[in-house]
């Protein structure tokens, strides 16, 4: 049997995470197809032909998937899921919301969020917020399985020629309406694919004080997180929440400033290679993961962190 | 309008998991049990609504053992008329769960099931899509903002690239984001108060779901621990080590 992964795009792009979906997903079995759901999206379907791990693309396009409602999306999937043992996306907020309800109409038990393919059957996946592993085996005949991204590498993106075969769009529906999506457009590198990531917590104090994290992100090219407390009081936008509910990271560095350092903050970041901790409070919590805690007032400690980095010969990008 | 939420009971969030030594699970005994914390959200939003005067009832159920009754008593405590626990022992997955919610919908009629976009024990995140395909409802997700029109929610989701809004017709699944409200605390004569409020219990084997869990837990472990770090003395040496030692600067 083979394997059917939904790719996420944005008719433009194929979105990064869908690379180290492609990756897992080819753990599990090599004959991998893609398949790609949009409305003008034919370079998209291209650029996936050109993954060498890919096989083959499907490609099903029109009007009334242009904003990927899961509404929509899902009788596409069921009706070309026919012949595969796996259904595959990746478990960002694209993938979350969409493959419970096609894994609820297959009526199969859906493995959410795996960190690493054991065999085709057998899973490892974080629970409690990453307190514990479970190693967990699926018995359904068709398998639905969401991939948490940062635990697998992205796939090359050329030397491939997989072919590209059109199919039918399913049965629209008017359940829903897009109405508007506000994207924060940025010119960082984004959160779950940088290499460095500096975070600020409820420790800022205001979202004027996030210019201290700003002015350092800029030095290091690094991507800037936030605690949930953080977006909770106002000083930065959702799309910045690192954890639990929020986003997963793992950077080669991670500086969590005026962070305490809940479990579910800890959850999206101790998989970091480098983890850094300023805060004041030398008993909080975020020191016991941090390789290197500097505790200190972070109103002292930031200016001085980039008057440092200014005298260094070279930084990293 | 009437609106169901479900509730679930799981460790409290503040509760350090421990797993168990011979890696059957975690451990559960004499540990602190709450609501899910973004099942208080779903809750507070719909007595929110019933307080505005659109929705005239809200029931909240609850699907587990005895125990459970406690995550629907507080629901009642601050502000929902009704509650239904489905008991139930042992493990059950979302699909099974939102088998279980699809009768409970067939049964009670709501206009609207609210609940919290995923809890934080088995981190699923599937019970509300699970349930708004069974019952070929719209689904919106991850809601930070609900506003009631006419016949249809216009939603705000809290998505990673930002902020997504959709219109819903109703009946509408909405899957609960911690930022969609502020819970409150239930009042101690209101707690005294929901002890009077119905309380059905439903025995799973009535609802005629298949609950047998599909997925085999084979062990649960630690997770590889962090080795110990150091704590350095100045922003000075910090910098140093990142570029010297660790490299990563």
Same mark, same amino acid.
């Given at each position: 049997?083979?394997?059917?992964?939904?790719?996420?795009?944005?008719?433009?792009? #194929?979105?990064?995470?869908?690379?180290?979906?492609?990756?897992?997903?080819?753990?599990?079995?090599?004959?991998?197809?893609?398949?790609?759901?949009?409305?003008?999206? =034919?370079?998209?379907?291209?650029? #996936?032909?050109?993954?060498?791990?890919?096989?083959? @693309?499907?490609?099903?396009?029109?009007?009334?998937?242009?904003?990927?409602?899961?509404?929509?999306?899902?009788?596409?999937?069921?009706?070309?899921?026919?012949?595969?043992?796996?259904? %595959?996306?990746?478990?960002?907020?694209?993938?979350?919301?969409?493959?419970?309800?096609?894994?609820?109409?297959?009526?199969?038990?859906?493995?959410?969020?795996?960190?690493?393919?054991?065999?085709?059957?057998?899973?490892?996946?974080?629970?409690?917020?990453?307190?514990?592993?479970?190693?967990?085996?699926?018995?359904?005949?068709?398998?639905?399985?969401?991939?948490?991204?940062?635990?697998?590498?992205?796939?090359?993106?050329?030397?491939?020629?997989?072919?590209?075969?059109?199919?039918?769009?399913? =049965?629209?529906?008017?359940?829903?309406?897009? %109405?508007?999506?506000?994207?924060?457009?940025?010119?960082?590198?984004?959160?779950?694919?940088?290499? @460095?990531?500096?975070?600020?917590?409820?420790?800022?104090?205001?979202?004027?004080?996030?210019?201290?994290?700003?002015?350092?992100?800029?030095?290091?090219?690094?991507?800037?997180?936030?605690?949930?407390?953080?977006?909770?009081?106002?000083?930065?936008?959702?799309?910045?929440?690192?954890?639990?509910?929020?986003?997963?990271?793992?950077?080669?560095?991670?500086?969590?400033?005026? %962070?305490?350092?809940?479990?579910?903050?800890?959850?999206?970041?101790?998989?970091?290679? %480098?983890?850094?901790?300023?805060?004041?409070?030398? =008993?909080?919590?975020?020191?016991?993961?941090?390789?290197?805690?500097?505790?200190?007032?972070?109103? =002292?400690?930031?200016?001085?962190?980039?008057?440092?980095?200014?005298?260094?010969?070279?930084?990293?990008? | 309008?009437?609106?169901? *939420?479900?509730?679930?009971?799981?460790?409290?969030?503040?509760?350090?998991?421990?797993?168990?030594?011979?890696?059957? $699970?975690?451990?559960?005994?004499?540990?602190?049990? !709450?609501?899910?914390? +973004?099942?208080?959200?779903?809750?507070?939003?719909?007595?929110?609504?019933?307080?505005? $005067?659109?929705?005239?009832?809200? /029931?909240?159920?609850?699907?587990?053992?005895?125990?459970?009754?406690?995550?629907?008593?507080?629901?009642?405590? *601050? $502000?929902?008329?009704?509650?239904?626990?489905?008991?139930?022992?042992?493990?059950?997955?979302?699909?099974?769960?939102?088998?279980?919610?699809?009768?409970? /919908?067939?049964?009670?009629?709501?206009?609207?099931?609210?609940?919290?976009?995923?809890?934080?024990?088995?981190?699923?995140?599937?019970?509300?899509?699970?349930?708004?395909?069974?019952?070929?409802?719209?689904?919106?997700?991850?809601?930070?903002?609900?506003?009631?029109?006419?016949? !249809?929610?216009?939603?705000?989701?809290? *998505?990673?690239? $930002?902020?997504?809004?959709?219109?819903?017709?109703?009946? !509408?699944?909405?899957?609960?984001?911690?930022?969609?409200?502020?819970?409150?605390?239930?009042?101690?004569?209101?707690?005294?108060?929901?002890?009077?409020?119905?309380?059905?219990?439903?025995?799973?084997?009535?609802?005629?779901?298949?609950?047998?869990?599909?997925?085999?837990?084979?062990?649960?472990?630690? +997770?590889?621990?962090?080795?110990?770090?150091?704590?350095?003395? !100045?922003?000075?040496?910090?910098?140093?080590?990142?570029?010297?030692?660790?490299?990563?600067?």
């Amino acid at each position: 049997m083979s394997v059917l992964l939904i790719a996420e795009h944005n008719n433009k792009e #194929i979105k990064p995470f869908t690379l180290n979906a492609i990756t897992a997903a080819s753990q599990i079995d090599q004959d991998l197809h893609v398949l790609v759901i949009g409305h003008s999206c =034919e370079a998209v379907a291209k650029s #996936i032909s050109e993954i060498p791990n890919v096989k083959k @693309v499907i490609h099903v396009d029109d009007a009334v998937y242009e904003n990927y409602l899961p509404e929509n999306f899902t009788p596409v999937v069921i009706k070309n899921s026919e012949n595969y043992s796996h259904i %595959i996306c990746s478990a960002n907020t694209f993938g979350k919301n969409l493959m419970p309800r096609i894994a609820a109409l297959l009526d199969t038990s859906q493995v959410s969020d795996i960190i690493k393919v054991i065999s085709a059957d057998t899973f490892l996946r974080p629970i409690y917020a990453g307190n514990a592993f479970a190693t967990v085996k699926s018995t359904d005949a068709k398998k639905c399985i969401t991939i948490r991204p940062t635990s697998f590498d992205p796939a090359p993106t050329t030397g491939g020629t997989a072919e590209i075969v059109k199919a039918e769009k399913a =049965e629209a529906s008017d359940l829903t309406k897009f %109405i508007k999506r506000e994207e924060v457009k940025s010119d960082r590198p984004e959160l779950g694919t940088a290499r @460095v990531v500096i975070s600020g917590g409820r420790g800022m104090g205001s979202g004027d004080n996030f210019k201290l994290i700003t002015a350092i992100a800029d030095k290091l090219n690094a991507a800037i997180g936030a605690s949930r407390a953080a977006v909770d009081a106002g000083y930065i936008t959702n799309d910045h929440q690192v954890g639990q509910t929020g986003k997963v990271v793992v950077p080669d560095l991670y500086i969590a400033v005026g %962070i305490s350092g809940a479990i579910q903050h800890l959850a999206g970041m101790k998989e970091s290679k %480098i983890i850094v901790a300023i805060n004041k409070d030398g =008993e909080a919590p975020i020191f016991s993961v941090a390789d290197y805690g500097l505790e200190a007032d972070l109103f =002292e400690a930031l200016p001085q962190f980039l008057e440092e980095l200014n005298k260094l010969n070279t930084i990293q990008k | 309008m009437k609106i169901l *939420v479900a509730v679930k009971r799981v460790i409290d969030y503040n509760v350090q998991v421990r797993v168990k030594e011979d890696g059957t $699970g975690v451990v559960t005994d004499n540990v602190k049990m !709450s609501t899910n914390p +973004p099942d208080d959200n779903a809750i507070e939003e719909a007595v929110k609504i019933k307080e505005s $005067g659109k929705a005239k009832e809200v /029931v909240a159920v609850t699907i587990g053992e005895d125990k459970a009754q406690e995550t629907v008593r507080k629901a009642l405590a *601050v $502000g929902a008329d009704k509650g239904i626990h489905v008991k139930v022992d042992g493990i059950i997955e979302p699909l099974a769960v939102s088998k279980i919610l699809q009768k409970i /919908v067939e049964k009670e009629k709501p206009d609207l099931v609210f609940m919290g976009k995923q809890a934080i024990d088995d981190d699923c995140n599937q019970t509300g899509q699970m349930l708004a395909a069974l019952l070929n409802w719209p689904q919106a997700t991850f809601a930070s903002k609900i506003e009631i029109k006419d016949k !249809s929610l216009e939603v705000t989701r809290e *998505v990673d690239e $930002g902020l997504e809004t959709i219109q819903t017709n109703i009946p !509408s699944i909405v899957t609960c984001d911690l930022r969609l409200n502020e819970p409150r605390y239930a009042s101690l004569p209101n707690i005294m108060k929901a002890k009077k409020k119905p309380l059905e219990q439903i025995n799973v084997s009535d609802l005629g779901v298949d609950t047998k869990p599909r997925i085999e837990q084979i062990k649960v472990e630690e +997770p590889p621990k962090r080795k110990a770090g150091i704590k350095v003395a !100045s922003v000075e040496e910090l910098v140093q080590k990142l570029k010297n030692e660790a490299k990563v600067i």
